[in-house]
């Protein structure tokens, strides 16, 4: 079973509006959590980081959130643009003798004019 | 650009055939990887470079046959693939293998037929 889970898997939403991606994770010990934007046809590029102290980090409209206690993030687009369709992917880092990176399946969002 | 460059950027390819992918990195770092990106799943790690040695192999089939001649450059070697190997190939690269922030190329789209 994967450790990162992200919902929805997809969603499709209108110029101008928000909406709000989820990941859950079960990853431990937790070192950082990252979403990536991952536009069609591109590697992913990283948008946000958080350790374990930050609960929020922004990125222009793009807010991620973190609440290390109940293992759940998210990353909210607010006044999406239609570049903002693309996949977006929760990536968890977790420490054993090295680092290791947990990956989600990611959440493709189409943003309608 | 993330300083990552990738290619071909798509290749098509018959089982009986061999090819090669390529992954080049302009940022002075130390350590590549290679991973596969299907389509709804996360990203599968398949191989860790750091100073031009291997470090991790995540059990991938001898198939994939991965050569590091320097720390700026990554290829990842095909034979007699199957179709079920038909993926985004993603390189990335960081500053170091403990360093969990990475930076990704553009992928190389492959189809086998």
């Known amino acids: 079973k994967n450790q990162v889970e992200q919902s929805p898997q997809s969603l499709i939403i209108l110029e101008g509006k928000n909406c709000t991606l989820q990941c859950n994770y079960t990853v431990s010990p937790f070192s950082n959590l990252r979403w990536y934007k991952q536009d069609t046809g591109r590697g992913p590029v990283s948008l946000t980081i958080?350790?374990?102290?930050?609960n929020t980090k922004s990125n222009g409209r793009y807010t991620a959130t973190l609440d290390a206690d109940t293992k759940q993030s998210s990353l909210h687009i607010t006044a999406s643009q239609l570049s903002d369709s693309a996949s977006y992917i929760c990536v968890v880092s977790f420490i054993t003798n090295d680092y290791k990176l947990s990956f989600g399946a990611g959440t493709t969002v189409t943003v309608r004019a | 650009e993330t300083g990552v460059t990738q290619t071909p950027r798509h290749l098509v390819m018959g089982m009986t055939n061999k090819k090669s992918l390529k992954c080049e990195q302009h940022?002075?770092?130390?350590?590549m990887y290679w991973y596969k990106q299907s389509a709804k799943k996360p990203l599968e790690l398949m191989f860790v470079?750091?100073?031009?040695?291997?470090?991790e192999n995540n059990s991938v089939p001898s198939r994939f046959s991965p050569e590091c001649p320097n720390s700026s450059h990554l290829f990842l070697h095909l034979h007699t693939l199957q179709p079920e190997d038909s993926a985004l190939y993603l390189c990335a690269s960081s500053q170091d293998a403990r360093t969990d922030t990475q930076y990704f190329g553009p992928g190389t789209r492959l189809t086998v037929l």
């Open positions: 470079y750091s100073l031009e040695e291997r470090v």
């Open positions: 940022l002075g770092h130390n350590a």
């Open positions: 958080m350790t374990f102290s930050e």
